[in-house]
Nanobody, 127 residues
Framework: QVQLVESGGGSVQAGGSLRLSCAAS????????MSWFRQAPGKEREGVIFIYTFGGSSVQYADSVKGRFTISLDNAKNTIFLQMNSLKPEDTAMYYC???????????????????WGQGTQVTVSS
């Protein structure tokens, strides 16, 4: 059984940084997408950043976070990280890690495509 556990959320001032972690246990698949989503109150869940891994990796970014957020993967620890810099108040949301086994090298931004989800970690950015 796959479990995803996020950590690292918190409160920061605008312009600050946070690093989120998502530790995966259980077997997702050798070829997979692991992604970060976020959901603000009253808004739909949106994809933020996506990483496809099979041997190497490829990354896709939502336009809203390009140049500010990066994703990295520690294969040995089965963990992905979301480094968030230059945070803005509009980045305030619950952040979720999601994963799906796939041979599609282009990760999808549709939350319904993902099979496994974490419980979320709150990020609050004050102005």
């Amino acid at each position: 059984q796959v479990q995803l556990v996020e950590s690292g959320g918190g409160s920061v001032q605008a312009g600050g940084s946070l690093r989120l972690s998502c530790a995966a246990s259980g077997y997702i698949g050798s070829s997979k997408c692991m992604s970060w989503f976020r959901q603000a109150p009253g808004k739909e869940r949106e994809g933020v950043i996506f990483i496809y891994t099979f041997g190497g990796s490829s990354v896709q970014y939502a336009d809203s976070v390009k140049g500010r957020f990066t994703i990295s993967l520690d294969n040995a620890k089965n963990t992905i990280f979301l480094q968030m810099n230059s945070l803005k108040p509009e980045d305030t949301a619950m952040y979720y890690c999601a994963a799906v086994s796939t041979w599609d090298t282009r990760c999808k931004s549709d939350p319904a495509w993902y099979k496994h989800w974490g419980q979320g970690t709150q990020v609050t950015v004050s102005s």
